[in-house]
């Protein structure tokens, strides 16, 4: 989690967890569940991340949350916030 949003997680940067299934899509609506304020940076019906948020799946960026990813232990799902400035 990056620091941005650490502030919905109480602090945490890493979160383990036990999904239901093994899509991708399901650990991110667990992680939205578990951490509510979080899902502020998300659509609400689709869960599709705000356009400053990219998602991976161990190293590679996930951009359409409908693909079937197979998920398996330890396994890493990274959330990245845009940077901004000048």
Known sequence: ????????????????MEV????????????LTLYPSLAAHFDADSIKPQSYISLFHND??????????????NDELLIVAALAGG
């Open 1 to 16: 989690i990056p620091s941005i949003f650490r502030q919905h997680t109480g602090g945490n940067s890493d979160i383990e």
């Open 60 to 73: 590679r960026q996930i951009t359409d949350l409908e693909t079937a990813i197979t998920l398996k232990d």
């Open 20 to 31: 239901a299934d093994a899509r991708f899509r399901t650990a991110l609506h667990t992680l």
